[in-house]
């Protein structure tokens, strides 16, 4: 690592801590050569990973867009912001575990379904119906249908 102070090439780690969400480390480290300190950070390298939309397009993934449909279908509907967050961190390290570094678009809106359906059934359908791209009534109703049939049968207690 160069010396911010001198350019010299060598210096010690005087300290290391990992970051408050545990993605990075942060090192103090001093030059063996002016002594000056100064702090460094490591950090996994993520390669992009791309996404392939509908038209053919290509575009990098952006965790923003998927944060961004997700809460709007959780509008006034009883799901936390913690737990959209815990949706879109599910979506990015599937995508990210993958290995892939291409996926389509219509992967992720399955990924994103499928936590939905378990988190709240109205914010599933209003999801579905942007990302599916319902036309009409019949094809909302067909959803909502698709979801009570598959629905586990309450059992008595």
Do not use: W
């Not at 005087?14 to 480390?25: A, L, P």
């Not at 936590?115 to 094809?139: I, P």
């Amino acid at each position: 690592m160069l010396c911010p102070f001198c350019g010299h090439t060598e210096s010690k780690v005087v300290n290391s801590r990992q970051s408050q969400k545990g993605d990075s480390i942060r090192r103090r480290r001093e030059c063996l050569k002016c002594g000056h300190r100064f702090t460094t950070f490591e950090v996994v390298e993520k390669l992009p990973v791309m996404v392939i939309k509908r038209d053919g397009r290509r575009e990098v993934f952006d965790r923003q867009k998927v944060l961004n449909g997700i809460t709007r279908a959780c509008e006034k509907r009883p799901v936390s912001m913690e737990e959209v967050e815990r949706i879109v961190q599910f979506v990015e390290k599937a995508l990210y575990n993958s290995m892939e570094r291409e996926i389509s678009s219509l992967r992720i809106g399955e990924m994103v379904l499928k936590k939905l359906r378990e988190v709240d059934e109205v914010a599933y359908v209003r999801f579905a119906s942007v990302y599916r791209q319902f036309r009409d009534v019949s094809e909302f109703s067909h959803e909502v249908r698709v979801l009570t049939q598959s629905e586990p049968a309450p059992t008595e207690s």
